[in-house]
Nanobody, 117 residues
Framework: QVQLVESGGGLVQPGGSLRLSCAASRTIFSAYAMGWYRQAPGKERELVARITSGGSTNYLDSVKGRFTISRDNAENTVYLQMNSLKVEDTAVYYC???????????WGQGSQVTVSS
């Protein structure tokens, strides 16, 4: 079992920045693909960004150029740097660990991100 603990959410004004962190409990963290998903009220959960065990990344079209996912295998931590935040980025953001083939296995508890003036 892998436990994922997220941090870094909060309230920010439009145009601001936040960095989410997700710390994993197991030392085989490097073998997992890591992803960030989000779910806004009344909407389905969607994949925001993903990084494979080999470091390949992909992003939701609406966040390309604004968000950056990265991982530190020595610290068992994945990050999501969010810049130029928009009101529509408001959601609960979930960290996920899964296979490189895209099967999600483990979830964090969620972190609220609110973009509002």
């Amino acid at each position: 079992q892998v436990q994922l603990v997220e941090s870094g959410g909060g309230l920010v004004q439009p145009g601001g920045s936040l960095r989410l962190s997700c710390a994993a409990s197991r030392t085989i963290f490097s073998a997992y693909a890591m992803g960030w998903y989000r779910q806004a009220p009344g909407k389905e959960r969607e994949l925001v960004a993903r990084i494979t065990s080999g470091g390949s990344t992909n992003y939701l079209d609406s966040v390309k150029g604004r968000f950056t996912i990265s991982r530190d295998n020595a610290e068992n931590t994945v990050y999501l740097q969010m810049n130029s935040l928009k009101v529509e980025d408001t959601a609960v953001y979930y960290c996920n660990a899964g296979t490189d083939y895209g099967v999600p296995l483990y979830w964090g508890q969620g972190s609220q991100v609110t973009v509002s003036s």
